[in-house]
């Protein structure tokens, strides 16, 4: 099997909601020497990449979304410990985390992973994080970007107040801050003085990219 074939084994294995599949594809494509990168740029995300327009035109729901985005995970199990490289290498450095009151973490997932394939490093605080949680995080790791997701229409004010207690800890100047979830729109963002809405998972990391990238070096 070329690799090619196994990009396309893992893509097939996201759609098709097969767990048992995504790690054979995953655990081939390492054995066949497939850049860990690409596995999971043009296999795993491209596969959600698939669902979500699934789900969009309404082939599927919010369940086979869900298990698509645990799918996901067991391939990165696998995939994951290849991904590691030189420090010196980093682009800039992201703590994110899904806002007080909201307990989904696809959408981060699956940011948090691109955002690694692109040479950042990543502290995921994971879900349901206080905002003083956030704010210590920001002080203990400088990162260069904080990422805020809410699927709740309800958790989305969470992300105002989070923005509020960087102002308060006089952190806000010092990073980019980018908001991302399904409900979330570029007025809300604005709004709560965000400096981004993601549209989707790999528009959120062009942006992120951007900002840390040199103009003169794009």
Sequence with gaps: MDKEKYLVSLRES?????FTAVVEAAK??????????????????AGMTIVGE????????????????????????V??????????????????ATVEGDNHDLG???VTTLLRVHSF???DLGIDVPTDEIIDAVKEHKPDIVGL??????????????I????????????????????????????IGADHCAVNALEGVKKCTEWVTPREVR
Excluded at 172 to 190: D, L, N, W
């Design 14 to 18: 996201i759609v098709n909601l097969d």
């Design 28 to 45: 081939g494509a390492m054995d066949a020497g497939v850049d860990p990168h690409i596995a999971v740029r043009d296999g795993m995300v």
């Design 54 to 77: 699934k789900f969009e035109t309404g082939e599927y729901f919010l369940s086979e979304l869900v298990v698509s985005g645990e799918v996901m995970k067991e391939g990165l199990k």
């Design 79 to 96: 995939i994951n410990p290849y991904l590691k490289g030189d420090s010196s290498k980093r682009l800039g450095k992201v703590v994110i």
């Design 108 to 110: 981060k997932s699956i």
């Design 121 to 123: 490093e990543v502290v």
């Design 149 to 162: 997701s809410a699927l709740l229409t309800q958790s989305m004010p969470e992300m105002g107040e989070v």
């Design 164 to 191: 509020k207690a960087l102002k308060a800890a006089g952190l806000r100047e010092k990073v980019k801050v980018i908001v991302g979830g399904s409900p979330v729109t570029s007025e809300f963002a604005e709004s």
